[in-house]
């Protein structure tokens, strides 16, 4: 085949006209110099502030393609909640050194817990996504899912004081409710009974109250399926109803082991 029919086949495929993969990389740009600035202690605030707004009007040109959305206020209203935001993420960490007997500092938690990493990074999408900016949430915890495993949609609403422990092969969904002082551990999956469009404007994901902890693999789905508070979920249990609160639910698996006699 001619390669200019090539270039032509592919350019008449080619039917997105706002698809532009340098927002997905200027979207992790700025995500990483969110994190440092909220962060890191040699990263110097005001200017790197500076820097920030600039990267977000980057933003608002690749991701605002509906004139009619006033994407340029957001940044305004945005930096204010920064420092609410760092508060949280505070006690998120503070709460992985007071559950985790293996954390030997608090920096080792901002600088090594991939669980940690990813609720920084949702709560920082979140924020976004609250304000209704197109994309760039949902592309800031696709790279938190990228680097640690972790899938947070933006849309879920968390507490304070969250723990992800291990982390990889969490999943919590848009409509996913999550109060305070909660632990989870890999594997957990907080998600939807149903998967059809009409759907998108429900609540599909459950609501996890306080002091709830959820072991390894656990399967929670449903909107209207509730975790009462102070209630443990032992690992691996698929839970499609609602648990009162006080309770322990824990799966029973049978387990057979068969010795073979030596034989010499």
């Not at 609403?157 to 291990?166: L, M, V």
């Not at 999943?171 to 059809?196: C, P, R, W």
Request: hydrophobic share 40%; charged share 25%.
């Amino acid at each position: 085949m001619d390669k200019a029919v090539i270039i032509k086949n592919i350019k008449q495929h080619k039917k997105q006209p706002n698809l532009r993969f340098v927002l997905k990389e200027k979207t992790e740009e700025f995500t990483d110099r969110l994190f440092y600035t909220l962060f890191d202690i040699d990263t110097p605030v005001e200017k790197n502030l500076d820097l920030l707004e600039q990267d977000f009007k980057e933003l608002v040109e690749l991701a605002c393609w509906k004139t009619d959305k006033p994407c340029k206020e957001v940044w305004e209203h945005y930096v204010k909640r920064l420092p609410e935001v760092l508060e949280k993420l505070n006690l998120d960490a503070q709460a992985t050194v007071d559950c985790d007997p293996a954390s030997l500092s608090i920096e080792e938690v901002y600088l090594a817990y991939p669980g940690f990493h990813a609720v920084a990074i949702y709560r920082l999408a979140h924020e976004l996504y609250k304000k209704g900016f197109p994309l760039v949430p949902r592309l800031m915890t696709e790279y938190a899912h990228k680097i640690t495993g972790v899938d947070i949609n933006p849309g879920a609403k968390i507490g304070k004081s969250f723990f992800i422990d291990h982390a990889t092969g969490v999943v919590i969904g848009e409509t996913a409710v999550i109060m305070d002082n909660v632990k989870i551990y890999q594997g957990v999956t907080l998600g939807a009974l149903y998967v059809a469009k009409n759907l998108q404007k429900t609540k599909r994901h459950p609501t996890i109250e306080d002091n709830v902890t959820i072991y390894a693999n656990a399967t929670i789905l449903g909107g209207e399926t509730v975790i009462g508070k102070n209630s443990i979920i032992g690992g691996n249990a698929w839970i499609t109803d609602s648990v009162p609160a006080n309770s322990t639910v824990f799966h029973t698996p049978e387990i057979k082991i068969k010795t073979t006699p030596h034989v010499s």
